[in-house]
């Protein structure tokens, strides 16, 4: 009897197109015995396994690349992706990756990133690298909720407790977000 040998399999790219995610996978030893499938498993918490969401590819031809995409994600949303190969020893499952869908636009001045929510509001809060693009809030957004958001030190004073500072101000003394555009 051979010791079980899972598949090893890994993620060797992954390319974010709006709500779809490409990832290319590498399968590069079936273990002692062929796999019946493979894929890419994903969720929204961390550790991802075939059974949260998965996309299933059937059964490899040959160990090597195959390039898997994942449609339908949602906007403004941190995924955790693993792919996976399964033979009768088990799931073989790649190292974790994380990906974080950005909202809908391109964030011109042409195709603004569309702000239909806190959660975007949220995303574009806790990206600074994203201060400099454009944004056009689509609904009424009640951050009454935001309070409860940041919890750090106010006053800089280490002998004062720690409290909530609420919404992070969007931009800096060198990038000033342009509010007229929300």
């Known amino acids: 009897n051979y010791p079980p040998a899972p598949p090893e399999i890994s993620i060797t790219s992954s390319t974010l197109n709006g709500t779809d995610a490409e990832v290319v996978v590498n399968i590069s030893d079936f273990g002692v015995n062929t796999p019946s499938g493979y894929g890419v498993c994903y969720n929204t918490t961390g550790d991802p396994l075939t059974g949260d969401s998965i996309v299933e590819y059937g059964i490899p031809a040959s160990t090597g690349e195959y390039t898997i995409t994942i449609t339908g994600l949602s ?3 941190t995924y955790y992706i693993r792919a996976y190969a399964i033979n009768t020893d088990g799931p073989g499952y ?11 636009g391109s964030g011109t001045e042409a195709d603004p990133y569309l702000v239909p929510d806190l959660a975007t509001l949220r995303w574009i809060s806790e ?7 454009s944004y056009l809030q689509t609904t009424d957004i009640d951050a009454s909720t935001t309070t409860t958001w940041d919890l750090g030190d106010h006053d800089n004073d280490p002998g004062t407790p720690d409290e909530y500072m609420g919404f992070s101000p969007i931009g800096t003394n060198s990038t000033q977000t342009d509010v007229s555009r929300f």
């Not at 790649?94 to 809908?104: A, K, Q």
């Open 75 to 77: 906007l403004v949303t």
């Open 94 to 104: 790649s190292d974790e990756i994380i990906i974080s869908t950005i909202p809908e």
């Open 127 to 133: 990206n600074s690298d994203q201060w400099d693009k």
